[in-house]
Each structure stands twice: as C-alpha cells, then as structure tokens.
C-alpha cells in the first residue's frame, strides 16, 4: 500500500468516528442519522455532475450496495441505542476486517503476505476484544455486542461489492456519487413512510448535523472507495478500522465513558496492526 493511499484511508478513519460520534451524541440518534444520510446527496450531486460516468458493468453492483449501505445504517442505530459508542463502534468495525480478508482470499483470490495477513488479524481481533469490556454502569452489553456483529456483516458486505464495484466502474468517484445518492433518497423514503417527524427534524434542528456529517461522512467513504482501486480491498478495510482509537478517545473525553484495560489492549492492538500493515511489502 502507497504512502498516499495509506495517509488517505488514516483520514478516512478519523472523518468516519467523527460523524459516529455526532450520530450517537445527539438527542435523537435516529434524525442525526438521517440528517447525515441525507447531507451526502448535495456533495454526490455535484460528483456525479463532474466525474464521469460509471461503466454498466457496475450497475448491479450499485444496487447491492446500496441495500448493504441501508442494512448496515439500521442496525447501526439500533446498537447505538443499546450500547456505549466505545463498545458497539469498535466491535462493528472489528468483524468487518477478517470477513473482508477471508471472502478475498478464498473467494476472490487476492494475495496477501504473511504479514498483511497478520496485521489484518491483529486489527480484526483486537476491535473484537471490545465485545468482552463492560458499558458505562460498569453491566454487561451482550444485546448491544449482538447488533454490533450484525452490523459488522453488513459492513463487510457493502466493501466487499463496492470494491469491486469501484474497480468495475471505472470512475471510482463517480460510483459513489451514484452510490450516495441512491442511499439517501431511499433512507429519506423510508423515514419519511415510518417517521415523518424524523424527517422534518433532520432537515430543521439536525441542520449542522447534515452540513457537517454528512459532509464528513461523504469524504471518509469516497476515499475509503478510491483506495479499494489501488490495493487490496482487505488490507483497506482492516485500515479503516483504526477509528477505533478515534472513536475511543471521542467516547471517553466527550461522552464520559470508562476507559479501561480492554479498551487500552484493543487500541494498542490496532495501531499495531496498523503499523505491520504499513511495513508490509
């Protein structure tokens, strides 16, 4: 993996806790959400207006990832609502990394080093680590692990397709501008059948929610999309999974939560994937 792509998917990660946390800091999670869905279509719009567009062959890929994207956004709330952000975030992201790797390697047929696979692992376990710490009242949280790893399945199929999808396109910007603004017209469809209110909020009080989420949001995955063209798509989505120490340092300054053992050995197991990734190849 080049220095650049490496650089880009680290801001990715940042961007990406960043919006998490707005989403599981607000009031209402469920308009934070929405206001964050729906703040990537102005952005997508306007990609889809300078890039070209997407071959055909990429079409299909498209729709599939678009009912990952909407899987993986509903469950996704209903975790937070169980969970603290420092447990469901961390586990949801881990199970994604060593889904990932095993579909591309047994399936794909993309090489990985030893190293690479190694770093992979380390990251992808270390996240899971987290399913075992306790949440803020110092309870177990197995409902919340539960979603998390439902969660996690759905990330893991939303990178593999729109990897693949990507590097079909031929205008890996393009595909997502599609692919965004797909998401958001049918996650604004379907609050507004089964929440009008949510809606309207999400366009009113969530305002800054959908200016700056959304826009954080819509930056951290087209890269994250970008990348899958130029390196494995494992070794991509193992990255990206270091928001967790974003994410925990958010969670823990910003919301509160217990900073304890586990947590410190997931973070340190994440950057130390992170590193052995970085000195692979």
Known sequence: MSMPVFLAVLLAALLHASWNALVKGGADKRVNMTA????HAPLALLVIWLAPLPDPASWPYLGAGM????????????????GDLSQVYPIARGTAPLIVAAV????????????????VAVIGLGLISMALVRQSDGSRNLPAAQL?????????????IDGLGA???????????WLALLNALVFALYMGLRAPGTLRAA?????????FGGAASYGAYAMVVWAFTLA???????????????????????????????????????LAGAALLRMAR
């Open 36 to 39: 964050v869905v729906i703040g």
């Open 67 to 82: 009912i990952c994207h909407f899987g993986y956004q509903i469950f996704l709330l209903s975790a937070y609502d169980k």
């Open 104 to 119: 591309t390697l047994l399936v794909l047929g993309e090489e990985l080093t030893r190293l690479e696979l190694l770093a």
């Open 148 to 160: 998390a790893v439902i969660t996690g399945c759905f990330i893991a199929g939303y990178s593999l």
């Open 167 to 177: 590097r079909a396109s031929g205008s890996p910007w393009g595909f997502f501008g």
């Open 203 to 211: 366009f009113t009080r969530a305002r800054p929610v959908m200016i």
């Open 232 to 270: 494995p798509i494992a070794l991509v989505t193992a990255l990206r999974e270091t928001s967790i120490v974003f994410a925990l340092l958010i969670g823990v300054c910003f919301f509160g939560e217990r900073m304890n053992l586990a947590k410190l050995i997931a973070t340190f197991a994440t």
